[in-house]
């Protein structure tokens, strides 16, 4: 069971950060006020975000249930070093999920894109994050 919520939080994890890379990769391949440009931001756009945040939430879910088995099995004795890459983590994620609440409420294209980049860079660096955890 343990090593089917860590996949499913690897996976969830990896999806949001998809989701993002193929809207940033699309956004920037359209010509800003073009048909496929204003079809994009109408129709797909808000389905990618959509799964964005589905995943996001996956990624809370199983994150607090991997934590919760770490803690049993360690009998919650972690290293200084194991709480502070959790903590940056932590601080990763609340950013990220900042960065799509206000990718989602703004209008203008080109801050849409810079903050799903941000989120890409920042879920990267918390993916990176999570296999060091996953040895320690």
Known sequence: MTTTILWIHATAGALW??????FVIAGLALTPGTDDHKNFVARSAPKIDRLAMLSAALLLLTGLVNLAQAAISRRFAFSTAFTAVLAIKILLFIAMLAAMRASMK???MNQTLKAHAAVVAMGSIALLLGLWLIGS
């Open 17 to 22: 950060i998809g989701a993002c890379a193929c």
């Open 106 to 108: 703004t209008g203008a």
